[in-house]
Every structure is written in structure tokens, then in C-alpha cells.
């Protein structure tokens, strides 16, 4: 659980300064900010480990510890990559956006969206809401990243199974509500059943998420409803993941 992408660095030069490949490169990397949404986390990763090699090259930075297995993985995203040359990791960065996104064509279009941005986001590889989110449309996974409360009650009163249900990371509707505070589809996950204490694929909880973002309502909302404070692979309990003080006190009382 740590930023999607990286910050985009200031730069000292123009697009005319640039090399045509820099320049479509970094149009890429701009455009990549407005079809998150539509990319799963799989795909985003291979776009991150070839975004870092491309502006940094070979990976030389420590291997996670502590940090949940999104790190992790896009660590290894990077270091699978080896000594590839960056020039061709731009190559098939680009390449790969098209790929995924066949109508764009590399022309920049308008936007309000800044550039040097962080792309902040927990536990996904940033999912933006779209504008026209069509309600009955809406998979479990979705209406809880969305915080769409009435959604999830929906779906889990026609279909119980779904309280099971996990994306490709192990993530469940809970781990999705805690990661972005969404205290409404949160209350409904739990009202409907969702294992409070259900893990990932590096066996962390929700209440593991919830305190790694420092979300005081959704580590609340867990710890009343008997969320216990489970180790990870790395040992480490949503206890020792907590920063916040307020969030401390509220484990401390429930451990």
C-alpha cells in the first residue's frame, strides 16, 4: 500500500529540447493518468516497472520490508527489468499504452490534470471514478472502492457468494472500503457478511489497510465489529503498522 506511480519530476526542458522519443514518452506517461480506471492492476504494474526503468534506469533500491505486498510487487515489476536499456523500456512503455488504449494516438489533449501530481493511492494502482458510473452496473469490488453503500447491500442480498469475492491481489470488497475510507460500502460489506478477517495475498486484513492509511473512521468501524489484529507474512500486526496516535489508542483498546 504505497503510491501507484512515481511523482513527476520537474523538468529543465521543452518538448522542442526533448528527442521525439522523450516526448511521446512522457505524453504517454500524462495520458496514462486519465485511463487508470480502465487497466487492472497487472497492467499497471508492467507500466510501472517500465516507467521507473525508463527514467531510472536498473533498479537499485532495497526490496520492501514491512510495507504490504503492493510495494513488493511493484519492486519487482522494476527488477525483473534487469539492466534493460531505458530507451528501450520507453519503447515499450509506449508501445504498451497503445496496447491498452488503441485510441490514443500520442497528441496531447487538454486537461486540468497537473502534471507533476503524486498518484496517490493505496492499495490499487490508482482507480479514478469516472463522471458516469452507472449504479446497476457496478461489480462488488467497484461499488466498494466507489463507497457505493446501497450497491453493495444490493449485491450481496441477490447473491451472498459475492461476500467471498477477491480480485487478483487477494483484495475483497472490505479490503477496498478500508483502503479508501469508504465507510458506507464498508458498513454494508460487513452488514452483509464479508469475512471481517479475510486476507490477501500477503496476508493482510482490511484492518491492515485501514491503519496503513491512516483512516480513523474504517479502522473504528473494523475494530467494533471484532476485527482482530492478525500478523501478516511479515509478522506484523495493524498495531505495528500504525503511525496515527488516535489509531493506536483505538487498537490498544481492542487488542
Not at 14 to 21: I, V
Not at 164 to 190: F, M, P, Q, V
Not at 198 to 222: M, R
Request: aromatic residues 6%; negative net charge; glycine residues 6%.
Amino acid at each position: 500500500m504505497a503510491e501507484a506511480l512515481p511523482d513527476y519530476p520537474d523538468s529543465d526542458f521543452s518538448d522542442e529540447d526533448q528527442s521525439p522519443l522523450d516526448s511521446l514518452f512522457n505524453k504517454a506517461a500524462d495520458h496514462l493518468r486519465k485511463v487508470t480506471n480502465k487497466l487492472n492492476n497487472g497492467q499497471l504494474l508492467e507500466l510501472y516497472g517500465l516507467f521507473k526503468q525508463g527514467t531510472e534506469g536498473q533498479c537499485n533500491t532495497p526490496k520492501p520490508g514491512w510495507l504490504d505486498g503492493k510495494g513488493r510487487r511493484k519492486w519487482e515489476a522494476w527488477k525483473n527489468l534487469k539492466d534493460m536499456p531505458s530507451e528501450e523500456a520507453k519503447e515499450k512503455y509506449i508501445a504498451l499504452l497503445k496496447k491498452y488504449d488503441p485510441d490514443w494516438s500520442g497528441t496531447p489533449q487538454k486537461t486540468n490534470i497537473d502534471t507533476k501530481e503524486t498518484w496517490v493511492a493505496v492499495s490499487s494502482m490508482r482507480y479514478s471514478p469516472e463522471p458516469d458510473l452507472v449504479h446497476n452496473e457496478l461489480s462488488l469490488l467497484d461499488a466498494a472502492r466507489e463507497d457505493c453503500g446501497e450497491r453493495v447491500k444490493e449485491l450481496l442480498i441477490k447473491k451472498p457468494e459475492l461476500k467471498y469475492e477477491k480480485d487478483e491481489d487477494g483484495l475483497t470488497a472490505l479490503h477496498w472500503a478500508a483502503d479508501r475510507n469508504a465507510i458506507n460500502a464498508l458498513s454494508a460489506a460487513l452488514s452483509g457478511g464479508c469475512p471481517i478477517d479475510a486476507v490477501d495475498e500477503c496476508g493482510q486484513t482490511a484492518l491492515h489497510y485501514a491503519v496503513s492509511c491512516g483512516h480513523v473512521e474504517s479502522t473504528k468501524i473494523l475494530t467494533k465489529a471484532g476485527a482482530t489484529l492478525l500478523e501478516d507474512e511479515e509478522g506484523n500486526t495493524p498495531l505495528d503498522l500504525a503511525t496515527d496516535t488516535e489509531i493506536k489508542k483505538i487498537l490498544e483498546g481492542a487488542d
